[in-house]
RNA sequence: GCCGAAGUAGCUCAGUGGUAGAGCAGCUCACUCGUAAUGAGCAGGCCGAGGGUUCAAUUCCCUCCUUCGGCUCCA
């Protein structure tokens, strides 16, 4: 006699011992039907594992993440068979479910194309329309190098005995359906006819383990549902989410362009581009001028000495662009991959009294890192950038103020943007750093007490630090969901000693300040691009780089005359070709204005005029004064107030 | 940097070992237009760059550049 108890609290007594699916029977046969995997006692176990003795459980259905992470593992397992069957002699890694998918690593003897991908879905397909069983089996380590001894990277998982992979110390536990076996901890659906609505979906590279120096395997990605409808869906949402591309919408919308003559991660931008631009660094100049900042100007280039002092040639030559140099002037300079040196600079040129800090210098920096090439993307990651950048000298007893308001005035900044969902990293001592533990310490804690004030949800990323302090990065979520990293902010106490920085205290000791880094939108080049896929290209009225756009019908250029007067501080555009109103408004549309006017013959008459809000997706006919009010309703700048 | 894919007109994309194609955009003309693309005509190309194979290469092969999907990386 066995109790089971089920999520509501309630017992249930079985004569014997009992496995999932008949639990779920014993309950109803629509939930042993949606049945996918059983949790017992807290841990994920298959439908038929067999339950010996009191325990607790929860049955999972079709409906929830688990099934659907067991379904999409499953899936992976039947790739690796039917790679298996079809590349005899392939060595296979690992497969593991993820977001929306799955994938498996393979070694293959001669690489495949991604044209191939189609031949191993329909061998998968074979698979599932043959019905096989997951078995599960608990075998010992010596049987498993047996069962294994042609495959390199399963003898490596066996070996460091990973419990992830199903793999412990004593025993190992491996699944088999038909002639297939992989070592694997489960749980998995019960049969391969429940995997039927997949696809394979791209082929990458990917280094075993995920280490740079180890032997580049080829990943087969895929995504796995439990019904059709479901996996439409998933494909519909990823051509929504190709659509919000900013590379795309930038060129659409004639923001901005790359040319191979400009070299790869650096853009120009258009004038539809540079307006959205400056509307963003004004709003931040202005945002950082009015709460306690004062603005800086540094070159681009600084002699090697410079990044010797500051450590960047030690730490990071490989990031920045190769030294400048000529034959007149054997000395090397070096493009800036940051603006702290220089913010140093002013720092040191006078003596600083403890009176005068926090000195804090802001300035729209642009900055150059050699980033690799397969890493760009876009205005997301490109090799030339401007960020937001400041860099604030204070005292010791001064961090933890300074941090909290650096929080509220990034949070507040962010938030003005459209940003209103925010979570934190907290990334503390990576093992290449440099500084004292003390040091170290004391402002990791000051950064943490910092978000716990807050009240910022922050998850501790171990050894993700900048090499010369701890930092807090600032999270966003946008429209569809998706996070970004925008904000950082980084304690330094490194850089004060290299350049040898002081201060006079009140007992006319010198003493070395504390520096902190920070960028808040980030680069303004990425967090432009972020907008744009936040919005999809349709921008709030304030930052829409085309705000109005009036559309003629007839000539009505006197009452257009009176139009324009008050669209005066507006960004406006008139469109009175002779056209058709409706080609006319699909321009508009097509443009992603937010409002647009329509004015005709009839209109002057009666001193009214049609306006479309693009937000409101209705149309009205009104007076005159009243479209005037609704536009700078709509159009209004957000205030920026702490 | 590595694995895979791709580069043809301003944009989106067909196509072929033998003089290069469409739609949109552009220009010209007609239509004078009230709610989501009016019609006709014209113009537009070193088929990413360099090398090779061939009587002949945009097409096949090699190298490079750039872009895209990933991996690693993002101080």
């Known amino acids: 006699m066995i109790n089971i108890t089920f999520p509501d609290k309630s017992v249930k007594k079985y004569e014997s011992s009992i496995n999932g699916l008949e639990l779920a029977k014993s309950i109803s046969n629509s939930l042993a039907k949606s049945a996918v995997c059983i949790e017992i006692n807290g841990e994920l176990k298959d439908l038929s594992y067999l339950i010996e003795e009191d325990s607790v459980c929860k049955i999972f259905t079709k409906d929830d993440q688990y099934s659907l992470d067991t379904l999409r593992h499953s899936t992976a397992h039947v790739l690796a068979q039917a790679v298996l069957n079809l590349y005899p002699g392939t060595e296979f890694a690992v497969g593991p479910s993820i977001d929306d998918g799955f994938y498996y690593d393979f070694l293959f003897k001669e690489n495949i194309k991604e044209s191939d991908l189609i031949k191993i879905e329909n061998e ?75 696809k394979l979906t791209k082929l990458a590279g990917a280094y075993w383990r995920g280490i740079e120096t180890n032997p580049q395997l080829q990943r087969i990605y895929g995504t796995a549902w439990f019904n059709k409808n479901d996996l439409d869906n998933y494909l519909k949402r990823q051509e929504e989410a190709e659509k919000r591309d900013h590379r795309k919408l930038g060129n659409e919308l004639d923001l901005f362009i790359s040319t191979d003559e400009t070299g790869p991660g650096q853009f120009l931008w258009k004038p539809k581009g540079a307006v959205l631009r400056q509307i963003i660094e004004d709003y931040s100049k202005k945002a950082h001028s009015e709460n306690g900042y004062d603005y800086a100007y540094t070159p681009h280039i600084g002699r090697s000495v410079l990044w010797e002092t500051s450590g960047h040639l030690d730490y990071y030559k490989e990031g920045m662009f190769p030294p400048l140099k000529n034959e007149e002037n054997e000395e090397e300079y070096y493009l800036k991959p940051m603006n702290c040196p220089f913010h140093i600079l002013i720092y040191k040129s006078d003596i600083r009294s403890y009176k005068e800090l926090p000195l804090r210098y802001f300035e729209l920096g642009s900055v150059y890192r050699y980033e690799k090439s397969g890493v760009l993307h876009g205005l997301l990651r490109a090799r030339g950038f401007t960020q937001d950048d400041a860099h604030i000298f204070c005292t010791t007893d001064q961090i933890e103020d300074e941090i909290l308001n650096l929080l509220t005035f990034s949070i507040k900044l962010l938030k003005s943007f459209g940003f209103d969902s925010i979570e934190a990293d907290l990334s503390t ?10 040091d170290w310490e004391k402002a990791t804690n000051s950064l ?52 040898d920085l002081q201060f006079v205290d ?36 304030w930052l829409s780089p085309v705000q109005v756009k009036v559309l003629t ?14 669209l005066k501080g507006f960004r406006y555009e008139v469109d009175d070709r002779n056209l058709r109103l409706g080609e006319k408004l699909h321009d508009a549309s097509k443009d992603k204005i937010p409002i647009t006017l329509i004015v005709g013959e009839k209109d002057e008459l009666s001193n009214t005029l049609a306006i479309n809000i693009r937000s409101q997706d209705n149309q009205q006919n009104v007076k005159y004064e009243d479209a005037i009010k609704q536009i700078k309703a709509n159009l209004k700048t957000p205030i920026f107030k702490i």
């Open 124 to 198: 998968m397909r074979k698979i599932s329309k043959s019905q096989q069983d997951f078995v599960r089996e608990e075998i010992s380590k010596d049987e498993a190098y047996k069962m294994f001894s042609k495959q390199t990277f399963k003898q490596e998982l066996i070996n460091t005995a990973d419990k992830s992979e199903g793999v412990s110390e004593e025993n190992i536990s491996i699944y088999k359906n038909d002639k297939f076996s992989d070592l694997c901890r489960g749980p998995h659906v019960q049969n391969t006819s429940l995997i039927n609505h997949f």
């Open 429 to 438: 001592r990576p093992e290449k750093s440099i500084g004292n533990n003390d």
């Open 448 to 499: 943490k007490s910092a978000l716990e004030n807050q009240n910022i949800s922050f998850v501790t990323a171990h050894g993700e630090g900048a090499f010369y302090g701890p930092k807090i990065d600032l999270h966003v979520k946008d429209a569809i969901g998706r996070r970004w990293q925008l904000s950082t902010i980084q304690v330094d106490f490194a850089q004060p000693d290299n350049f």
């Open 506 to 541: 009140s007992n006319n000791k010198r003493v070395k300040p504390v520096m902190i880094h920070r960028a808040l939108l980030g680069s303004i080049e990425r967090f432009t691009g972020i907008l744009i896929e936040n919005y999809a290209g349709e921008f709030p009225g």
């Open 553 to 566: 019908i007839g000539d009505v250029s006197n009452y257009l005359n009176k139009i324009t007067k008050s």
